[in-house]
T-cell receptor
Framework: GQSLEQPSEVTAVEGAIVQINCTYQ??????LSWYQQHDGGAPTFLSY????GLEETGRFSSFLSRSDSYGYLLLQELQMKDSASYFC????????????FGQGTELSVKP | DGGITQSPKYLFRKEGQNVTLSCEQN?????MYWYRQDPGQGLRLIYY???????QKGDIAEGYSVSREKKESFPLTVTSAQKNPTAFYLC?????????????FGEGSWLTVV
């Protein structure tokens, strides 16, 4: 089976940097993805790590370490509009394409 | 514009009724998914389909049924056997296979039991 763990809530101030961690237990997977969801809306894709290391996309970066079963999403220069829920997700090997999500981290950005 | 269309946006169901949520995509994606989200919770997989005329149960398939007769359509029926159906339902699609790591979501359907 697979499970992904994330902190339930994170609070930060505008302009700051915040890191959202994701630890996982899985027998193998193709990569780690991150999605953003605003209240009442649909999740949207942010980032994907197929290999270990850091992927950077503008203010957002994502990191994966398979040896540590760990990944994180890094948000820089926080803006109020970044207040949302963030989900990590994996597609397991031999799982027929099934994409499994973590429980999500609610980020609150304060002025 | 390409995308995923879910309907209806809001739906009310009486006890004992079956209801069907529609999901249509024009992205030419092979894979389609249905997730359930309860308030303040993550996304749980109900059913997924990698190809037309084939689908597999997800983690919480009991009380739900699906069909995949056309590539672009993946309707979800919430049956009377689903005892707690009030939730936000999200349909999604992806290219498919192991390369489809990015999935695209519809705007969701809110189902409430009255």
């Amino acid at each position: 089976g697979q499970s992904l763990e994330q902190p339930s809530e994170v609070t930060a101030v505008e302009g700051a940097i915040v890191q959202i961690n994701c630890t996982y237990q899985t027998s193998g997977f193709y990569g780690l993805s991150w999605y953003q969801q605003h209240d009442g809306g649909a999740p949207t894709f942010l980032s994907y790590n197929a290999l270990d290391g850091l992927e950077e996309t503008g203010r957002f970066s994502s990191f994966l370490s398979r040896s540590d079963s760990y990944g994180y999403l890094l948000l820089q220069e926080l803006q109020m509009k970044d207040s949302a829920s963030y989900f990590c997700a994996v597609r397991g090997l031999g799982q027929g394409g099934k994409l499994i999500f973590g429980q999500g981290t609610e980020l609150s950005v304060k002025p | 514009d390409g995308g995923i269309t879910q309907s209806p946006k809001y739906l009310f169901r009486k006890e004992g009724q079956n209801v069907t949520l529609s999901c249509e995509q024009n992205l030419n994606h092979d894979a389609m998914y249905w997730y359930r989200q309860d308030p303040g919770q993550g996304l749980r997989l109900i059913y997924y389909s990698q190809i037309v005329n084939d689908f597999q149960k997800g983690d919480i398939a009991e009380g739900y049924s699906v069909s995949r007769e056309k590539k672009e359509s993946f309707p979800l029926t919430v049956t009377s056997a689903q005892k707690n159906p009030t939730a936000f339902y999200l349909c999604a699609s992806s290219i498919g296979g192991t390369s489809g790591n990015t999935i695209y979501f519809g705007e969701g359907s809110w189902l409430t039991v009255v």
